[in-house]
């Protein structure tokens, strides 16, 4: 018994790291075009506005891991 709980540990420890992985590579494939300089305040904003969204991009997945479970 005490087994298959390491196991589901194991499958899950695998998810996640799979997970923040392809959120990794998502993030690196995100552009910002545009014509100008941007300041560093709004590019900061910027930055913080994509991560947030993969966030809840990522996080919006995170119940059919728990249904799985």
């Not at 709004?42 to 728990?66: C, D, G, M, R, Y």
Request: aromatic letters at 8%; glycine letters at 0%; hydrophobic letters at 45%.
């Amino acid at each position: 018994m005490i087994v298959s709980h390491f196991q589901v540990v194991a499958l899950l420890c695998r998810t996640v790291t799979e997970m923040v992985s392809d959120t990794l590579k998502e993030f690196s494939n995100t552009y910002i075009i545009i014509n100008k300089v941007l300041s560093h305040n709004i590019f900061n904003a910027q930055i913080k506005a994509i991560v947030e969204q993969l966030k809840s991009t990522k996080i919006a997945n995170i119940p059919h891991t728990n249904d799985f479970l």
